[in-house]
C-alpha cells in the first residue's frame, strides 16, 4: 500500500505560482511512477503531469511549459510546481502513483484526497 497526502494549495490571483506537494508513505515510493490529475467542478478529471521514478516526465500539452514536477526520492515527495496561474486551472489536484508513465488514470493504484487550487480573476 502507499498513502499520499497532498499540501500547499489555496487561494492564488491570476499570474501568481503555487508549489503542491505529495508526501508518499508505504512501499517502495523511489520505484512509482508519480502523478498528478485535477479535476474542476462540473468537469471531468484530466491529466496534469507525470514523473518516473527515473526523472522522465510527461505532461498534458497545454500545460507545458506552466507546470513542472518533480521529485525527491529521498523525501518520497513529489511536487507540482505551477506558474501563471489561470482562473481555469482551478480545480481540485490528486497526487498519484503507479507503475507506468502514462496520462491514463487507469494506470495509477494508489490516490490522495486532493487539495484545491483557487485562481481568482
Known amino acids: 500500500q502507499v498513502q499520499l497526502v497532498e499540501s500547499g494549495g489555496g487561494l492564488v490571483q491570476t499570474g501568481g505560482s503555487l508549489r503542491l506537494s505529495c508526501a508518499a508513505s508505504?512501499?517502495?515510493?523511489?520505484?512509482?511512477?508519480m502523478g498528478w490529475f485535477r479535476q474542476a467542478p462540473g468537469k471531468e478529471r484530466e491529466f496534469v503531469a507525470a514523473?518516473?521514478?527515473?526523472?522522465?516526465?510527461l505532461y498534458e500539452d497545454s500545460l507545458k511549459g506552466r507546470f513542472t514536477i518533480s521529485r525527491d526520492n529521498s523525501k518520497n515527495t513529489v511536487y507540482l510546481q505551477m506558474n501563471s496561474l489561470k482562473p481555469e486551472d482551478t480545480a481540485v489536484y490528486y497526487c498519484?502513483?503507479?507503475?507506468?508513465?502514462?496520462?491514463?488514470?487507469?494506470?495509477?493504484?494508489?490516490w490522495g484526497q486532493g487539495t484545491q487550487v483557487t485562481v481568482s480573476s
Open positions: 498519484v502513483a503507479g507503475n507506468r508513465l502514462s496520462s491514463g488514470p487507469d494506470w495509477y493504484d494508489y
Open positions: 508505504g512501499r517502495s515510493f523511489s520505484y512509482y511512477t
Open positions: 514523473i518516473r521514478w527515473s526523472g522522465g516526465d
